[in-house]
């Protein structure tokens, strides 16, 4: 199944952010998004999402044109991961991640959909030990730290069992350790088939991905696997400077030379 941008173009306020870009983003891949600021990483994510309106071409979901979906069948589908997601802080960290089951009951505060049911107990069970955050469940969200709020951010949006999550910049408030933990995870759940879309500002996390589409000034630059986006011409078009791209075993390594 893919998620797909077909010749989109986006505005920002008055702006073309988003200028005719089309990429392919399938299941079971890891995909960065990458490119200067200002490149419209973000616009395009929200596109992505159906949050901001396209003004030409077309958002697909597994060859449906996205705007034909409904809101449950989009949320099925597509869940997101903002740079510093706003938990509710005393709030219990197994109860933060039933919300993403938009199931249950009025004591969380949202009109449920539907009552809640023992596969939604169990779905939450599975996000909590998949993401590392059943061992601290009984805890309030203002008794963790940055990575592991991250952490329960991610069980909520993946307890709904999506086929795509996307991100903006999802590593950038943690340090080395925690944004390395936060993409071993993403890197599991692609393993179990989920479609992996982040923006990223770290090229050598880009280059731990399986694609990378690079922006610049709207348009897709390139587009492809690390080694072949990843290049210092590439990098020099779009954020002017002076990149070595070196190869430590089956890694690259970026290093700006600037
Ligand atoms: N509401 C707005 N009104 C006018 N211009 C906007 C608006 N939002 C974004 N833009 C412009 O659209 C362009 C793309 O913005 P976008 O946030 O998508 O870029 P980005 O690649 O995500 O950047 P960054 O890496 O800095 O987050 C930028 O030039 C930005 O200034």
Redesign the pocket.
């Known amino acids: 199944m893919t998620l797909e941008a077909v010749d989109v173009h986006v505005?920002?306020?008055?702006?073309?952010?988003?200028r005719g870009v089309s990429a392919v983003f399938p299941t079971g891949q890891f995909t960065a998004v990458i490119?200067?600021?200002?490149?419209?990483?973000?616009?395009?994510?929200?596109a992505l999402l159906g949050l901001s309106p396209v003004q030409a071409g077309e958002i697909r979901v597994g060859g449906q044109p996205l705007v034909t979906l409904n809101r449950t069948a989009r949320a099925r589908d597509l869940a997101f991961l903002a740079q510093s997601e706003v938990l509710p802080d005393q709030t219990r960290v197994r109860d933060v991640v039933a919300l993403g089951r938009g199931a249950g009951e009025w004591r969380w505060g949202l009109i449920p959909t539907r009552p809640w049911t023992p596969e939604d107990e169990a779905a939450v069970t599975d996000a909590l030990t998949r993401t590392d955050t059943r061992q601290f469940e009984h805890r309030r969200v203002a008794e963790l730290s940055g990575g592991e709020r991250q952490r329960v951010a991610l069980a909520r949006a993946l307890v709904a069992g999506p086929r795509f999550l996307l991100l903006?910049?999802p590593t950038n408030h943690l340090d080395l350790a925690y944004a390395l933990d936060v993409i071993r995870h993403l890197r599991c759940e692609v393993a179990g088939g989920l479609g992996v879309i982040a923006?990223l500002?770290d090229l050598n996390l880009a280059a731990r991905a399986d694609r990378v589409v690079l922006?610049h000034q709207?348009q897709v630059l390139a587009c492809g696997t690390p080694d072949t986006v990843l290049t210092p011409a590439h990098l020099h078009a779009a954020y002017g400077v002076r990149i070595r791209v070196l190869r430590d075993a089956d890694r690259l390594l970026v290093i700006p030379e600037d």
């Not at 505005?11 to 988003?18: F, K, S, T």
């Not at 490119?35 to 929200?46: D, W």
């Open positions: 505005r920002a306020g008055e702006h073309p952010a988003v490119g200067p600021n200002g490149a419209g990483k973000s616009t395009l994510l929200r903006d910049e923006v500002h922006l709207g």
